[in-house]
């Protein structure tokens, strides 16, 4: 029987710097609300508040000010008072950060957009291609999508059966750049996760490497380390002419007779 695996709840201790770009104002704060009598949470504030500010602006306002709160609130942002414990209080102004540009891509959150949300930034931000764009923002671009591209001239791009048809009839979006009386197209499509690898945990709750993978173990658990090798020196008393010997002793002899006697082997 198939077993469908179950979607982890997400709270404020499994929010992540990718997952907290699914969520909105509201989202976050009804996740702070619910963690409002975890002592865990309160001790780790700035480390979950670093996570939200990695997707949000958080602005901290004054909350008998209801100039500033209006302010904020025209701005886009939502403005809710967190009770962070039993003496303090706080009062977030709170709004998603935009993304607009090519800069404001990153690995975390490109996942996030859709295809044609990419298109069009990619179209607000530059007008001279794709090969325009830095190595570093096609390499986040490319770690969620599917990029190819072609260049054609105007009249032969929407050729009947070519491949800006073919792309189109299989989903991609396009975004076309015009360069005089050539276009270039960039076609863009969401990339499938990958599966995780999983692992398999025995009785012993050690864990086992899937028989599908290539990670090899290696029991270095009786290999001495560096530093538990000693390496021992000579004792001069203990040398003499059985066991002294020099590159040149090996080298002593005259190689004529060495030569004369290897033929003499050979010729038996």
């Not at 942002?77 to 977030?92: A, C, F, G, S």
């Not at 325009?132 to 929407?158: A, M, N, V, Y």
């Not at 969401?190 to 009785?203: C, G, L, Q």
């Not at 560096?226 to 590159?247: A, F, H, L």
């Amino acid at each position: 029987m198939d077993q469908k695996t179950e979607k982890k709840v997400l709270t404020l201790k499994t929010l992540t710097k990718s997952s907290v770009w699914d969520v909105q104002e509201n989202d976050i704060f009804r996740l702070c609300e619910s963690a409002e009598k975890d002592a865990e949470m309160k001790d780790n504030l700035r480390h979950y508040t670093d996570i939200i500010r990695s997707a949000f602006m958080i602005e901290e306002i004054d909350p008998e000010s209801k100039l500033e709160k209006q302010k904020y609130e025209k701005q886009g942002y939502k403005v809710k008072q967190l009770k962070l414990d039993e003496n303090q209080k706080v009062t977030w102004a709170l709004k998603k950060r935009p993304i607009t540009r090519v800069t404001d891509l990153t690995y975390e959150n490109i996942r996030h957009i859709s295809a044609a949300k990419l298109v069009e930034v990619i179209d607000r931000n530059f007008g001279g291609g794709w090969d325009s764009l830095s190595q570093s923002i096609k390499d986040i671009i490319e770690s969620g999508f599917d990029i190819s591209t072609t260049t054609l001239p105007k009249d032969r791009l929407h050729k009947k059966g070519g491949l800006y048809e073919k792309k189109v009839a299989d989903g991609y979006d396009v975004l076309e750049v015009s360069k005089g009386t050539w276009v270039e197209a960039i076609f863009a499509k969401v990339k499938p996760e990958a599966e995780k690898p999983r692992m398999k945990f025995n009785s012993y709750n050690e864990e086992e490497v899937d028989e599908d993978s290539d990670v090899e173990i290696v029991d270095d658990y009786n290999k001495p380390d560096e530093d538990d090798i000693i390496i021992e020196e000579p004792n001069d008393e203990d040398i003499n002419e059985d066991n002294y010997s020099t590159m040149m002793d090996l080298g002593s002899g005259d190689p004529d007779e060495e030569a004369e006697g290897m033929a003499d082997y050979v010729d038996e």
